[in-house]
């Protein structure tokens, strides 16, 4: 026993053995990430986590404000998602305050939300061929990505924060000629998408990535992994089928859960590009089936929100990532006693771990990027040579001259 | 090959006009925005009857009341929500689709 310790120490000597800090700045993130990667050779050992960067305070600042300005607020929390935060908080108040928003108000809900997951998932496509070394994919796909954010700014008059949602209904209502626009677009958005799966279906992307990044279902589950990562993993979860919101109910025919049992990066890619395909057959039922009727309550929603009372709930949404928690307390008087969010990317940070451990450095880029986690990443790494206690600093560029020279050898 | 493929269309995009656009900043002569586009907001002080609405729920602090029970902006803190547009019984404050904010003189961005 202490024999092969002892030959195991001297291996650990014989590599160097280097820790790679891997984070943790990105200003529009609630969970900016810190990964420290400790790597033996090429070849990554260890994983840890922290998290706690950039801390902004957002659950605090929501509790000295009234509950419309917290609405605002939150939209802040994400820039990719921000519908799904205010959809999820509104609906917590909506329960709270016993107000029930009219049918088209729900419809129109869902179809943002159904924009806004494949711009969402059109931007992971892309920053997944970009962590790659896929360039070209990577215009392609903004590209495709970037009219939908138009069509945000005609319907909701910004492309980002579009401040749809309101208490009791949504801000904006379609018109006629919005409706046919986004038709058009759809037929669009189906031509490309299908192009850039069938790009990805080529060997050559298949070969630097299927296989990579493994985690297995019964890891997924006991990780509580959510959204496409646990799909990819073959865990069959969607809140849209089983809990559903919005109008997701009456919409539960026109679409179906994507999941793959791959459990590699590939899988999780393959999620989201035939999910772009689902949201695209829901927004059609939507524009079909669109009922008539007011998009808002009369009151303002000044009283609205004086009218709901002290109370707490729960709400969930499937956002493009995966499953959004919200608990709200109100205090009665148009404020709020306690605002606690989970976001998806906080749930499947962990799963980083089981599909970090045995890859090589240059994977991690990609890997990490296929959870989708609501950070940018690295602008840099620090690599500290424990050894001799050297340290220098390795930018993203280099790192991905690394992606690109294995790329080559395959 | 898809491969070759995804080649053949970034070569032909070589030749094709270029899919962004040149940044102009002459009024007059920038990239269209939609109607409903929220940008710089605009303030008819003849119609504010001073209900201070708009106050309480900007959610950045940009409005402030002044001693003669009408209001002003500061215009560096909005996010354009449009929150305060929506609520003014008066239609006292409008979102223009002037998108440019930024001067070089912070005295300019107080709206009264
Ligand atoms: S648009 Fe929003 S942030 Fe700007 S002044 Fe109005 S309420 Fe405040
Ligand atoms: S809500 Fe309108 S009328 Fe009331 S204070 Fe503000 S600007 Fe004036």
Redesign the interface.
Known sequence: MTAERDVEREVEVEYTRLRIPFGPIHPALKEPVLLRVSVRGEEVVDVDMALGHVHRGIELLAEGRNLIQTLYLIERICGICSHSHTTCFIQALEEIGGITPSKRALYLRTLIFEMERIHSHLLLLGVIAYEIGFDTLFMFTWHVREKILDLFEKITGNRIHHAMNTIGGVRWDLTPRMVEEIDAYMREVEKSVKYIHNVFMDGTVEKRVCGLGVLSYDDAVKLCVVGPTARGSGVDIDVRRDHPYAAYDELKRDFSVVVERGCDVYARTEVRILEIFESINIIRAILDRLPDGPIRPKENVFRLMRGIPEGEAISLVEAPRGELLYFVKTDGSGGLKRLKVRTPTFSNLIGLKPMLIGCEIADVPVIVASIDPCLSCTNRLIVIDQERGESNVIDVDSLRHRVRRRWMRQ | ???G???R??LRSLFRKP?TVEYLTKPGRMVP??????GRLTYDRDACIGCL?CV?????GVIASTEDMKVAFNISRC?????CA??CPKEAIK?STQFEIITGNKNGLILK
């Not at chain 2, 309480?56 to 950045?60: G, L």
């Not at chain 2, 996010?79 to 929150?83: A, E, H, P």
């Open positions: 090959m898809k491969f493929k995804m080649l269309d970034a899919v925005v939609s109607e409903r586009f929220r609405l309480r729920v900007c959610p950045s996010i354009l929500c449009g929150q929506e609520i979102l």
